[in-house]
């Protein structure tokens, strides 16, 4: 089955840089990759995505890249702010028809100090 | 707006107590998930439902089962809890029919003594 690992686990940054959240995944027919950020004491909630056809996406501050020959995906955030700070979860997924199962990553904590 | 409801915050148990966890969504929604989330080791899938009555086992279903009876109603229970199982339990529904995106309850604090 799928196999997601995420990297770094915790990331510290000042207000105004950059962070970047890798994962790479096992399964070559993975072909969605969901980005959930969960802020403290709340549910998850997506942010962005990319299908398999697609190398970036990008919606204001954050994009997503995916390497689908090395079979990884990133996320980044320009320009953080202190309401970045959160969990940040990566998943994948072979779409099916009717359902998908996201196997998500063990999550990056993200803090930016002002 | 799509709403992901809980039965409870947070739960006190008994080792060896039967466990009720209910999630309901108001969207229609195909696909309804549970998964336990745990410091370290992100969100794993108990169990998922792409129809009424139809379930399917995640990647972790040991000492869990689950009912759907009704299209918006997901039911999580624990036959005879164990302290291993305190963790934070998050229900999760989506549209089906390749739309993608989950929507989360508030999940639910459960603590086994």
């Known amino acids: 089955g799928e196999n997601v690992e995420q990297h770094p686990s915790t990331l510290s940054v000042q207000e105004g840089d950059s962070a970047v959240i890798k994962c790479t995944y096992s399964d070559s027919a993975s072909n969605y990759f969901p980005w959930y950020k969960q802020e403290l004491g709340k549910r998850p909630q997506l942010i962005i995505d990319?299908?398999?056809?697609?190398g970036e996406k990008k919606d204001q501050r954050i994009a997503v890249t995916l390497n689908k020959t090395a079979k990884h995906f990133s996320l980044h955030i320009t320009e953080t702010q202190p309401e970045d700070s959160a969990v940040y979860f990566c998943?994948?997924?072979?779409?099916?028809?009717?359902?998908?199962?996201?196997?998500f990553g063990t999550g990056t904590r993200l803090l930016v100090s002002p | 707006d799509v709403k992901v409801t809980q039965s409870s915050r947070y739960l006190v148990k008994r080792t060896g107590e039967k466990v009720f966890l209910e999630c309901v969504q108001d969207m229609d929604h195909e696909n309804m998930f549970w998964y336990r989330q745990d410091p370290g080791l992100g969100l794993r899938l108990i169990y998922f439902s792409y129809d009424v009555k139809m379930k399917e086992k995640g990647d972790i279903p040991e000492g869990y089962s689950v009912s759907r009876e009704k299209k918006e109603r997901f039911s999580l229970i624990l036959e005879s809890a164990s302290t291993n199982q305190t963790s934070m339990y998050l229900c999760a529904s989506s549209l089906g029919a390749m739309r993608e995106t989950q929507y989360f309850g508030p999940g639910t604090r459960l603590l086994v003594l």
């Open positions: 990319i299908r398999s056809n697609v």
């Open positions: 998943a994948a997924c072979r779409m099916n028809t009717g359902f998908q199962k996201l196997v």
